[in-house]
Protein backbone atom coordinates (compact mmCIF):
# COMPACT_ATOMS: atom_id res chain seq x y z
CA UNK A 1 0.00 0.00 0.00
CA UNK A 2 1.77 3.48 -1.21
CA UNK A 3 2.21 5.23 2.17
CA UNK A 4 3.89 9.05 2.69
CA UNK A 5 7.12 8.70 4.52
CA UNK A 6 9.19 11.64 6.12
CA UNK A 7 13.23 12.21 7.12
CA UNK A 8 14.44 12.54 9.50
CA UNK A 9 12.09 11.07 12.32
CA UNK A 10 13.52 13.66 15.00
CA UNK A 11 15.75 16.35 14.76
CA UNK A 12 17.38 18.44 17.25
CA UNK A 13 18.64 21.91 16.36
CA UNK A 14 19.88 24.95 18.35
CA UNK A 15 17.76 27.95 18.08
CA UNK A 16 18.33 30.27 15.40
CA UNK A 17 19.36 27.56 13.01
CA UNK A 18 18.00 26.41 10.09
CA UNK A 19 15.93 23.22 9.42
CA UNK A 20 14.25 21.16 6.33
CA UNK A 21 12.00 18.41 6.92
CA UNK A 22 11.52 16.26 4.28
CA UNK A 23 8.99 14.27 2.62
CA UNK A 24 7.94 12.21 0.15
CA UNK A 25 3.95 11.82 -0.58
CA UNK A 26 1.97 9.34 -2.46
CA UNK A 27 2.93 9.32 -5.86
CA UNK A 28 0.40 9.79 -7.85
CA UNK A 29 -1.18 12.32 -5.60
CA UNK A 30 -1.93 16.41 -6.36
CA UNK A 31 -2.02 18.24 -3.47
CA UNK A 32 0.25 18.05 -0.36
CA UNK A 33 0.35 19.71 2.91
CA UNK A 34 1.81 20.21 6.35
CA UNK A 35 0.27 20.29 9.62
CA UNK A 36 2.22 20.67 13.22
CA UNK A 37 1.13 19.39 16.74
CA UNK A 38 2.83 20.69 19.52
CA UNK A 39 3.02 18.20 22.38
CA UNK A 40 -0.28 17.73 24.42
CA UNK A 41 -1.93 19.75 22.02
CA UNK A 42 -4.42 19.46 18.15
CA UNK A 43 -2.75 19.30 14.88
CA UNK A 44 -2.72 22.43 13.09
CA UNK A 45 -3.12 23.37 9.57
CA UNK A 46 0.59 25.46 8.52
CA UNK A 47 0.16 25.22 4.64
CA UNK A 48 -1.25 23.83 1.28
CA UNK A 49 0.82 23.10 -2.01
CA UNK A 50 -0.99 22.74 -5.45
CA UNK A 51 0.24 22.66 -8.68
CA UNK A 52 3.72 24.02 -7.54
CA UNK A 53 2.44 27.03 -5.57
CA UNK A 54 0.98 27.78 -2.20
CA UNK A 55 -2.67 27.61 -1.94
CA UNK A 56 -3.77 28.39 1.34
CA UNK A 57 -1.31 28.95 4.63
CA UNK A 58 -2.24 29.32 7.96
CA UNK A 59 -1.51 32.31 10.62
CA UNK A 60 1.00 30.25 11.46
CA UNK A 61 2.92 29.71 8.35
CA UNK A 62 5.12 33.45 8.33
CA UNK A 63 8.01 34.29 6.80
CA UNK A 64 10.31 31.95 8.85
CA UNK A 65 8.59 29.21 6.35
CA UNK A 66 9.11 27.91 3.14
CA UNK A 67 7.91 24.92 1.11
CA UNK A 68 9.25 23.61 -1.86
CA UNK A 69 9.27 20.71 -4.54
CA UNK A 70 12.54 20.93 -5.78
CA UNK A 71 11.92 17.84 -8.40
CA UNK A 72 9.08 14.72 -9.04
CA UNK A 73 9.31 13.22 -5.64
CA UNK A 74 10.18 15.37 -2.50
CA UNK A 75 8.06 18.07 -1.11
CA UNK A 76 10.03 19.91 1.72
CA UNK A 77 9.09 22.39 4.95
CA UNK A 78 11.98 24.88 5.02
CA UNK A 79 12.27 26.57 9.04
CA UNK A 80 15.06 29.25 8.62
CA UNK A 81 15.58 30.39 12.14
CA UNK A 82 14.27 28.30 14.87
CA UNK A 83 12.44 29.21 17.22
CA UNK A 84 11.68 26.94 20.86
CA UNK A 85 8.07 27.55 19.83
CA UNK A 86 8.71 25.37 16.98
CA UNK A 87 9.38 22.04 18.66
CA UNK A 88 6.64 19.88 17.60
CA UNK A 89 5.57 17.20 15.60
CA UNK A 90 5.29 17.96 11.59
CA UNK A 91 3.27 15.96 9.53
CA UNK A 92 3.41 15.84 5.87
CA UNK A 93 0.11 14.75 3.92
CA UNK A 94 -1.03 14.46 0.73
CA UNK A 95 -4.06 13.98 -1.62
CA UNK A 96 -5.42 13.33 -4.96
CA UNK A 97 -7.84 14.54 -7.25
CA UNK A 98 -11.14 16.06 -5.20
CA UNK A 99 -8.25 17.03 -2.32
CA UNK A 100 -10.28 15.58 0.30
CA UNK A 101 -9.12 12.37 1.67
CA UNK A 102 -5.38 13.07 3.35
CA UNK A 103 -3.11 10.74 4.11
CA UNK A 104 -0.59 11.46 6.66
CA UNK A 105 3.54 10.41 6.98
CA UNK A 106 4.86 9.35 10.68
CA UNK A 107 5.84 13.04 10.83
CA UNK A 108 9.07 14.65 12.26
CA UNK A 109 9.65 15.20 15.42
CA UNK A 110 11.43 19.07 15.72
CA UNK A 111 13.29 19.42 19.10
CA UNK A 112 14.69 23.29 19.23
CA UNK A 113 17.30 23.91 22.21
CA UNK B 1 -15.71 29.33 20.84
CA UNK B 2 -13.30 26.06 19.54
CA UNK B 3 -13.66 25.31 16.05
CA UNK B 4 -14.15 21.57 16.60
CA UNK B 5 -15.07 20.90 19.98
CA UNK B 6 -14.88 17.35 21.31
CA UNK B 7 -15.09 15.79 24.88
CA UNK B 8 -10.85 15.13 25.71
CA UNK B 9 -12.21 11.82 28.08
CA UNK B 10 -10.73 9.90 28.64
CA UNK B 11 -12.93 7.21 28.52
CA UNK B 12 -12.23 3.88 30.27
CA UNK B 13 -14.19 0.77 28.15
CA UNK B 14 -13.99 -2.76 29.40
CA UNK B 15 -13.71 -4.86 26.03
CA UNK B 16 -16.91 -5.58 24.22
CA UNK B 17 -18.41 -2.68 25.60
CA UNK B 18 -20.34 -0.25 22.75
CA UNK B 19 -18.90 3.71 23.46
CA UNK B 20 -19.80 6.87 21.45
CA UNK B 21 -17.96 10.02 20.78
CA UNK B 22 -19.59 13.65 19.86
CA UNK B 23 -18.20 16.32 17.80
CA UNK B 24 -19.63 19.82 17.64
CA UNK B 25 -18.69 22.56 14.89
CA UNK B 26 -19.11 26.36 14.67
CA UNK B 27 -18.84 26.97 11.31
CA UNK B 28 -21.91 26.08 8.98
CA UNK B 29 -20.33 26.20 6.01
CA UNK B 30 -19.03 23.49 6.56
CA UNK B 31 -18.30 20.42 3.54
CA UNK B 32 -16.74 17.46 4.34
CA UNK B 33 -16.61 15.96 7.79
CA UNK B 34 -14.01 12.56 8.89
CA UNK B 35 -13.20 10.77 11.91
CA UNK B 36 -9.34 9.93 11.88
CA UNK B 37 -7.63 7.89 15.15
CA UNK B 38 -4.10 8.78 15.89
CA UNK B 39 -1.97 6.59 18.78
CA UNK B 40 0.46 7.80 20.89
CA UNK B 41 3.10 9.44 19.25
CA UNK B 42 1.53 8.67 15.77
CA UNK B 43 0.33 10.01 12.89
CA UNK B 44 -3.51 11.04 12.27
CA UNK B 45 -4.99 7.85 10.32
CA UNK B 46 -8.17 8.00 8.57
CA UNK B 47 -10.74 5.89 10.05
CA UNK B 48 -13.99 6.97 8.23
CA UNK B 49 -15.38 9.89 6.54
CA UNK B 50 -18.94 11.20 7.71
CA UNK B 51 -22.24 11.73 5.28
CA UNK B 52 -25.29 13.32 5.68
CA UNK B 53 -27.02 9.49 5.60
CA UNK B 54 -24.73 8.03 8.23
CA UNK B 55 -22.58 5.90 7.65
CA UNK B 56 -20.89 2.35 8.70
CA UNK B 57 -17.86 0.38 8.60
CA UNK B 58 -17.59 -2.63 10.37
CA UNK B 59 -18.15 -2.28 13.64
CA UNK B 60 -17.94 2.03 13.46
CA UNK B 61 -20.72 3.95 12.29
CA UNK B 62 -21.05 7.79 11.94
CA UNK B 63 -23.32 10.24 11.81
CA UNK B 64 -23.68 13.29 11.04
CA UNK B 65 -26.55 16.16 12.11
CA UNK B 66 -26.11 19.19 9.71
CA UNK B 67 -28.65 21.20 11.53
CA UNK B 68 -27.42 20.63 15.52
CA UNK B 69 -23.45 21.04 13.72
CA UNK B 70 -22.62 17.93 15.38
CA UNK B 71 -20.89 14.69 14.27
CA UNK B 72 -20.69 10.97 16.65
CA UNK B 73 -18.62 7.90 15.86
CA UNK B 74 -20.14 4.77 17.69
CA UNK B 75 -18.00 1.91 18.22
CA UNK B 76 -19.50 -1.71 18.88
CA UNK B 77 -18.08 -5.01 20.51
CA UNK B 78 -14.49 -2.60 21.69
CA UNK B 79 -11.15 -4.37 21.11
CA UNK B 80 -8.06 -3.93 22.98
CA UNK B 81 -6.68 -2.76 19.87
CA UNK B 82 -9.27 0.33 19.58
CA UNK B 83 -7.56 1.67 22.15
CA UNK B 84 -6.54 5.50 20.62
CA UNK B 85 -7.53 9.14 20.60
CA UNK B 86 -9.91 10.12 18.14
CA UNK B 87 -10.11 12.92 16.16
CA UNK B 88 -12.96 14.82 14.79
CA UNK B 89 -12.00 16.58 11.44
CA UNK B 90 -13.78 19.47 9.48
CA UNK B 91 -13.22 20.52 5.95
CA UNK B 92 -14.99 24.66 5.82
CA UNK B 93 -16.34 25.65 2.56
CA UNK B 94 -14.17 27.76 1.34
CA UNK B 95 -10.66 26.63 3.22
CA UNK B 96 -9.27 24.98 0.48
CA UNK B 97 -8.48 21.47 1.72
CA UNK B 98 -7.55 22.73 4.96
CA UNK B 99 -8.13 19.77 7.71
CA UNK B 100 -9.64 21.90 11.10
CA UNK B 101 -8.79 19.03 14.09
CA UNK B 102 -11.01 18.82 17.60
CA UNK B 103 -8.30 18.20 19.93
CA UNK B 104 -9.30 14.32 20.13
CA UNK B 105 -11.29 12.06 22.26
CA UNK B 106 -9.05 9.60 24.31
CA UNK B 107 -10.33 5.90 24.54
CA UNK B 108 -9.02 2.93 26.64
CA UNK B 109 -10.24 -0.28 25.99
CA UNK B 110 -9.39 -2.76 29.04
CA UNK B 111 -9.37 -6.33 29.82
Known amino acids: EPEVTQTPSHQVTQMGQEVILRCVPI?????FYWYRQILGQKVEFLVS????????KSEIFDDQFSVERPDGSNFTLKIRSTKLEDSAMYFC???????????FGPGTRLTVL | RKEVEQDPGPFNVPEGATVAFNCTYSNSASQSFFWYRQDCRKEPKLLMSVYSSGNEDGRFTAQLNRASQYISLLIRDSKLSDSATYLC????????????FGTGTQLKVEL
Open chain 1, 27 to 31: SNHLY
Open chain 1, 49 to 56: FYNNEISE
Open chain 1, 93 to 103: ASSGEGGNTQY
Open chain 2, 89 to 100: VVIYTGGGNKLT
